[in-house]
């Protein structure tokens, strides 16, 4: 299979399978593009996430960056054809006709499955970004004080950026 055939049907299946947002199908996400495919390292992928997360638009433009990394501008193309237009599809599908579903027994059962479903995907990709992203033990402190501060004391996440930078200058240079 093409390059660019590659990208789009992974990243189709990323798509179809991207419950509670793109950060539950991280971990699989770079099991296909750094182990399977070799298409970018895991410093980059990391790179491109966090990278993905500062810029305005959709969260997963990160997909983009890896598609040019694999096969140019016609790759960054097919990796955000693949990524957006199943998903899109399937929503404007499922959209138009949940209203008429009503109080379907179906449409509650749906309702009560998926909220796990995504909160274990949103679990995983935390792992992922954190197993990948985090080396040593002065970014694991300030990844751990990030999470405190945002998570146990409710502080905003800009602030655990900003401070995180700070400390990030000062200690792990």
Same mark, same amino acid.
């Not at 909220?115 to 954190?130: E, H, I, K, W």
């Given at each position: 299979?093409s390059?660019?055939?590659?990208?789009?049907?992974?990243f189709?299946?990323?798509?179809?399978?991207?419950?509670?947002?793109?950060?539950?199908?991280?971990?699989e996400?770079? *099991?296909?593009?750094?182990?399977t495919?070799?298409?970018?390292?895991?410093?980059?992928?990391?790179?491109?996430?966090?990278?993905?997360?500062?810029?305005?638009?959709?969260?997963?433009?990160?997909?983009?960056?890896i598609?040019?990394?694999?096969?140019?501008?016609?790759g960054?193309?097919?990796?955000?054809?693949?990524?957006?237009?199943?998903?899109?599809?399937?929503?404007?599908?499922?959209?138009? *006709?949940w209203?008429?579903?009503?109080?379907?027994?179906?449409?509650?059962?749906?309702?009560?499955?998926?909220?796990?479903?995504a909160?274990?995907?949103?679990g995983?990709?935390?792992?992922?970004?954190?197993r990948?992203?985090?080396?040593?033990?002065?970014?694991?402190?300030?990844?751990?004080?990030?999470f405190?501060?945002v998570?146990?004391w409710?502080?905003?996440?800009?602030?655990a950026?900003v401070?995180?930078?700070?400390?990030?200058?000062v200690?792990? *240079?």
């Amino acid at each position: 299979m093409s390059e660019l055939l590659e990208l789009l049907s992974v990243f189709a299946r990323l798509s179809l399978v991207a419950f509670g947002g793109g950060i539950g199908i991280l971990p699989e996400m770079e *099991r296909e593009v750094v182990g399977t495919h070799g298409w970018v390292t895991h410093r980059e992928f990391v790179d491109a996430f966090a990278l993905s997360q500062v810029t305005p638009g959709p969260g997963m433009l990160m997909v983009a960056m890896i598609g040019y990394k694999a096969a140019g501008l016609p790759g960054a193309a097919a990796a955000s054809v693949g990524m957006f237009v199943p998903a899109a599809t399937v929503t404007w599908f499922v959209a138009d *006709r949940w209203s008429r579903l009503g109080d379907h027994p179906v449409v509650e059962v749906v309702r009560r499955t998926l909220g796990p479903v995504a909160l274990g995907l949103l679990g995983a990709g935390v792992y992922t970004l954190f197993r990948i992203g985090v080396e040593g033990v002065g970014p694991a402190i300030v990844a751990a004080g990030a999470f405190l501060m945002v998570a146990w004391w409710n502080r905003s996440p800009a602030l655990a950026v900003v401070l995180g930078a700070a400390a990030g200058l000062v200690f792990l *240079r």
